[in-house]
Structure formats: C-alpha cells, structure tokens
C-alpha cells in the first residue's frame, strides 16, 4: 500500500518531514509522496532520512490554480517528478507563487482588521513555516476566540464564501501545467471532487478539458471519495488516457480522524501497482 498525498509542517500538515517519513514505514508503506502547497521544502528535508533507510519517497507538490471554464472554485493540481528533480527555474517560480500567498494574507489580515478582528500578520507567521495559509489563519481565530472550530473560522471568515476572504491570484491551470510539463513534471489533478460540478456531464467536459490543455493524470483515489466517485474517476482516466493516483491527504492533526494511508476509516487503499503505472506514464 502507498500514500501518494500528504502534507507536513512546511505547509499546512503538522507532521515534521521526519515524523512523516517514519510514520510511514511504522505503517509498512511501499511509498509515500509528500505534496506540500507551492513548496518542496518538506521533501528536501525528508529525503535524506528516506536514503537513509532505502524507504521510496516521491517528490511531490500540491498547486492552487483557475481555469478560465470554472471560477466557483480553484482547480488543485498535484505535480509528481518520478524521473528527475526539479530543475532551478521551476523552484524560482515556486517563490514567485509563495509572494503571491504572502499577498493575499496581507489583504486577509486588513479585511479581518475592519471587520473589527484584532489580528497581525505575525502571529499567523508564528503558526506557519515555509508558508502561512487559512489554517493557520483559522488558529488564531480559534485561540483568539472569534471561532469554536477551524471549520467554523472558515464558515465565518476565511472561506471562498465567508464574507472577509480574500483570494489568493494562484496561477493560471493551463499556465501551470505548461510550466509542469517544461519541467519534467506530471501534472494530476487533485481530488476531482472538490470541483463541485454536479452534473456528471459537465464534470466530464472540465476534465477532459484539462486533459486537452495537458493534464496527464486524476487522483481517482482520495478521502473525499465514496466507492461511486471512485468507479466514476477510474472510468474517466480510461476514457480519456489519463493516469490514476491516490491518496490519502493526510495533514496529521489539522485533519482529526484522517489516517496516514487509509484515509477516513479505511476508505483509501492505493496498491503500489498504481504508483508503476505513474512512473510508466509518458
């Protein structure tokens, strides 16, 4: 079994990339992927202790990005490298995204400032490492008691919805997946079901849409995902020749009942045959 969709410290995980890596092989992992948001900073760390122990880490990257076709919510993409590391110049755009986030959290802080909430951007700094996000805007709310629960800090404050968000100018989908492919990446597109288009047809279409501007893969297995989504997704990467993955999207505490490889209760399982298909897929 394998995890190819996790998270540690570095973004929004509250794992070390070594309590990740040593979790994994606890639980007998074949392979894990670490696919942090917009940095590979938990990789880097976790790869030495993976040499170390002959264990397969895969380098990995989770990216926010809009697709001209659907603007109710961003389209998530997870970048697999499984051939080569990535180059310089992709790593210096990683930077450039980063500052994009650092934006964004600064209009966040003074649209939660007006609104009466008494915030600074470096408290939410404290809560972060490489890069400071909404969950750990969503501590401090809860610490500060503006909110009971991240998820009521979201509903009140911090989601697509909630009155004082402020959204993050990610990158362009096909943009991104150019610059993915130009650097020896896989581009997959995450938990599908997050794209909340009802419509199976209409889900079809994004897809395949994806698939057209480069989209080599669909992460088919995830949490998020009932036996019907699954059934669904696998169908539509054989229809449309993409790859399949899967993972759990484990972020240790900041996800409660979410385990490491096997998702809410037992619903993921990704057998190593999916992670050869990955590294055969051309």
Avoid at 57 to 72: A, D, F, K, P, Q
Avoid at 235 to 244: D, H, I, N, Q, T
Wanted: charged share 25%; aromatic share 8%.
């Amino acid at each position: 079994m394998i995890d190819l969709h996790t998270h540690t410290y570095e973004s929004d995980g509250t794992y070390s990339p070594a309590e990740l890596i040593e979790a994994a092989r606890a639980l007998r992992l074949e392979a894990l992927a670490i696919t942090d948001h917009d940095t590979f900073a938990g990789y880097d760390q976790a790869l030495p202790l993976a040499r170390e122990h002959n264990f397969d880490l895969i380098c990995g990257l989770e990216m926010n990005t809009r697709h001209e076709s659907h603007r109710v919510f961003s389209i998530h993409m997870l970048v697999y490298f499984l051939h080569q590391p990535p180059p310089a110049e992709f790593r210096a755009w990683l930077e450039e995204i980063l500052e994009g986030r650092r934006d964004r959290n600064r209009r966040l802080i003074r649209n939660l400032q007006e609104a009466g909430v008494d915030i600074e951007l470096h408290e939410v700094e404290k809560m972060g490492r490489t890069l400071t996000g909404r969950p750990h805007f969503a501590k401090v709310l809860v610490n500060k008691g503006y909110a009971a629960t991240a998820e009521d800090a979201f509903r009140r404050y911090l989601g697509e919805n909630a009155p004082h968000y402020a959204e993050r100018h990610g990158p362009d989908t096909t943009y991104a997946i150019e610059r993915v492919r130009a650097a020896g990446g896989l581009p997959v597109l995450a938990h599908p079901v997050r794209l909340g288009v009802a419509d199976p047809q209409r889900e079809a279409k994004l897809i395949g849409d994806l698939r057209d501007a480069g989209m080599g893969g669909i992460e088919v297995h995830h949490s998020d995902h009932d036996k019907e989504d699954v059934e669904r997704y696998a169908r539509l990467a054989a229809k449309l020749g993409l790859a399949v993955t899967g993972g759990s999207d484990f972020h240790g505490a900041a996800k409660p009942g979410l385990s490491l490889g096997t998702g809410y209760g037992g619903n993921v399982q990704v057998p190593r045959s999916v992670l050869d298909g990955l590294r055969s897929f051309r």
